[in-house]
């Protein structure tokens, strides 16, 4: 998922468009967007489907104004359809207001059963509605900073929000800072992004990332910043540098290209391999491809082409379609593979699915060996902040070690990156959240618990 922000700026429903569409990769189930228009009315569009697909140009033009919220969507199996389409957007005594949010709170079931025995309703699933029914105002006088933060006390686990009232926007951001979350500018105006890398495309200029339990207030003063817990830290989820994120974003200062070669560099230097040829697959592996290739010395050659107009495996919500996708999606070279050892790199080992199907194309395809080098840890525990890492009887190597791995996925050879190097690949920084390669989740988990304890 991913949340975009925009205040102060003029058409902002094109910028919405442009910057939802450069975030297409971390959701593709849906999206959609709310704007604020001259006399103050929001106005809200959205839909399943691509942004491409569900925004016309009608909508586009339908939605001008100077704020808005826009969202794109990916979920796990129990937040699908069209009421969990974000932004959300409600009407209240104490003023009209959008949501949009990116991440998993962990305490949702508990928060929302005390909720609902106090009489609210809930039509979604989402973690915005659940936010919503938490900062509504009792008192319509009270500036809703404090409910915000009153609401985001209760609220443990995974969460970058984007509040949009018809002159403010808030954008908070999870004690723990497992989600990146940053802010540019355009002229006087401000972006607020789940990557950076959004904001090239709609010619803002990085400003500053929202730090960990930062609630940041943009209106016509301009930007504040207000924080709802006194117990911050930094635990930036690794998988974003690993996988989600685009290789042109910068999380905390550190670029993903540069985090993806460098953990290339060190697999290699971990993990070498005798072969001919580095292949990666396409397209967040190539860059830890590329720096496997230069630490070996072994060219680095393009053995897969990915079919740019199919989804991301990893995102698509159902194992069928998943498999589908990989078929779909990924063509081995043959002119480049044949009679080669290949070095086949990729960022992580989920299911296995995509890890089974490559290395029988490229054999297919006339390869002679085929080593497998994984650019992160053994994935052995699931995700519950939001990454559909999967469920814990289906991640391949929490049922079964690395040598059995190998002849699952029919392999010559398989390796993966050390924990260590993991974290040294990220500038050196220890605090990042590496919950599922090790178990040792940063919250409480609530009622997740027994889904670790199986
Ligand atoms: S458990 Fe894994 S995927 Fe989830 S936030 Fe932590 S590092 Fe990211």
């Known amino acids: 998922m991913s949340v975009l922000g925009v205040y102060g700026i003029e058409h902002v429903s094109s910028i919405l468009y442009y910057g939802l569409h450069t975030m297409q990769h971390r959701g593709q189930e849906g ?17 399943i489907g691509l942004v491409s697909e569900v925004f016309k140009e009608q909508h586009i033009s339908a939605m001008d104004g100077k704020i808005g919220i826009g969202h794109v969507l990916y979920t796990g199996a129990d937040a699908r359809g069209v009421d969990n389409l ?50 509504k105002k009792d008192d319509p006088d009270e500036p809703r900073i404090f409910s915000i933060i009153e609401a985001l006390k209760q609220m443990e686990g995974a969460f970058a929000f984007l509040i949009m009232t018809k002159n403010r926007l808030y954008a908070c951001r999870d004690k723990y800072g497992f989600h990146p979350l940053s802010i540019g500018k355009i002229d006087d105006g401000y972006v607020v992004s789940s990557e950076t890398c959004a904001f090239d495309t709609i010619g803002a200029e990085f400003v500053r990332d929202i730090a960990p339990g930062e609630i940041v207030t943009i209106d016509k003063k301009g930007i504040r910043s207000s924080f709802y817990s006194d117990d911050c830290r930094c635990k930036m989820c690794a998988m974003e540098y690993i996988y989600f994120a685009r290789p042109d974003s910068d999380i905390e200062g550190c670029n993903v290209h540069a985090y993806r070669k460098e953990s290339g560099r060190r697999l290699f230097h971990e993990a070498p391999a005798d072969a001919d040829i580095v292949v990666g697959v396409p397209d967040s592996s190539l860059s830890a491809a590329q720096g496997y290739s230069e630490a070996s010395g072994m060219p680095y050659e393009m053995g897969l082409i990915k079919n740019k107009y199919v989804g991301r495996t990893f995102i698509q919500p159902s194992q069928s379609l998943r498999e589908k996708g990989v078929r779909m999606k990924l063509s081995p070279v043959r002119s480049i593979v044949n009679g080669k050892r290949v070095v086949l790199v990729d960022d992580s080992i989920v299911r296995g699915t995509t890890s089974r199907r490559i290395v029988g194309m490229l054999r297919e395809a006339g390869a002679t060996e085929v080593h497998v080098r994984i650019a992160s840890p053994t994935m052995t525990h699931p995700c519950f902040y939001g990454v559909d890492t999967s469920t814990l009887e289906e ?32 500038s050196g920084r220890s605090d990042m959240c590496l919950a599922c390669f090790d178990g040792k989740y940063p919250t409480p988990l609530y009622e997740h618990i027994e889904d670790v304890n199986k």
């Open 86 to 135: 974000q932004p959300l957007y409600f009407h209240h005594g104490s003023g009209d207001f959008a949501l949009a949010h990116n991440g998993n709170v962990v305490n949702s079931k508990v928060l929302t059963d005390i909720l609902e025995r106090k009489g609210s309703l809930f039509h979604s699933h989402s973690d915005a509605e659940l936010l919503a029914h938490l900062i």
């Open 395 to 426: 991640l391949m190597l929490a049922r079964m070690n690395i040598e059995d791995a190998c002849k699952a996925i029919g392999a010559d050879s398989l390796a993966f990156l050390s924990y260590e190097a993991t974290l040294k690949s990220a």
């Open 31 to 47: 999206c959609g967007m709310v704007c604020v228009d001259a006399d103050g009315n929001m106005k809200r569009h959205r839909g």
